[in-house]
């Protein structure tokens, strides 16, 4: 069974930064099969969008142009886990912030249909 779990939410002033993490257990991180793992974020009253993706055996990766030049995403193979660095944090990145994986190779941020497990979410809250 595919379990994702995302750690690391909080509550920051604007300008400031957070380190996301998604453990991933049911699969192995490893060069022969290839999952795709996103990030997206959910606020209050808007639909949820993709903030970046990477593949876990090309290191592959799309950012939402937002996030761009703020936000990394990686992944540590040797732990399953992909973190998600965010630097100049906004207030407009207030939001639930999820991850998701899908098999194969990696599919872009429009593609939400495509990752079909999904953890619990994590809040980040930005204070002006």
Known sequence: EVQLVESGGGFVQAGGSLR???AVSGFN???YDEYGIGWFRQAPGKEREGVACISTTTGKTYYED???GRF???SDNAKNTVYLQMNSLKPEDTANYYCASHQGPLW???YVWKYNHWGQGTQVTVSS
């Open 20 to 22: 996301l993490s998604c």
């Open 72 to 74: 990394t995403i990686s």
């Open 29 to 31: 991180f490893d060069e």
């Open 66 to 68: 937002s996030v761009k």
């Open 108 to 110: 872009g941020l429009g």
